[in-house]
């Protein structure tokens, strides 16, 4: 029977769940630990952020994994998260506030790509083949066909959000693909996943 877990809060919102490197991650709207800005203006609760769960179950911030994602902190003093990654721990994905037009600040995707080498992460990056003009969110990697599926309102779609999907190739990533209209409709669609 299903349950509910003992992380989950009765005021504040968890979501989007990854199981990821052995840890269970979530985003929440709990209070955080980049509250300077004060609370989103529309759920009037904290800006969202990634917590991973330890052995006790507690939900610990992003931010204070022991081995920090990209050598600079996971979440920020606006919206992050939620995140995918490849399972080999190569490349993170993640949903973060950025302008998508003067004065306003939208979601775009952001990665980060581990240096064997290195042995670190490298620097968050906006994903550049997809529009920086336009909201993208909800990112989710399929491993076994190497593409990943996110949402967006980008002009040429079906509706408000649509599924888009692009490939992972040894160059990068490649041209995006709209999933058509046996996926998208004139309403939203988020939070894809395989």
């Known amino acids: 029977k299903a349950h509910r877990l003992d992380w989950n809060t009765d005021e504040f919102e968890e979501f989007a769940p990854v ?19 004060g609370k989103f203006y529309v759920n009037k ?7 991973w769960l330890d052995s006790s179950g507690n939900a610990i911030n992003g931010n204070l994994f022991p081995r920090k994602f990209a050598g600079e902190i996971f979440n920020t003093h606006v919206h992050d998260g939620p995140f995918t990654a490849l399972q080999n721990g190569s490349r993170i994905i993640l949903t973060r506030n950025a302008p998508t037009k003067p004065g306003e600040l939208g979601l775009a995707l952001f990665e980060t790509v581990y240096n064997a080498e290195k042995k670190a992460y490298s620097k968050w990056k906006q994903i550049k083949e997809v529009s920086v003009y336009h909201n ?30 692009m490939e992972l190739t040894p160059s990068g990533w ?21």
């Open 19 to 37: 199981f990821f490197m052995n840890r269970l991650y979530f985003t929440s709207s709990r209070p955080n630990l980049n509250m300077d800005l």
């Open 136 to 165: 993208s969110q909800h990112p989710f990697y399929d491993e076994v066909n190497g593409e990943l599926y996110f949402s967006s309102d980008m002009p040429g779609g079906y509706g408000g959000f649509d599924i888009y999907k």
């Open 174 to 194: 490649s041209k995006l693909v709209n999933l058509g209209s046996g996926v998208n409709t004139a309403g939203d669609e988020v939070f894809p996943t395989v």
């Open 45 to 51: 609760q904290a800006y969202y952020d990634v917590y």
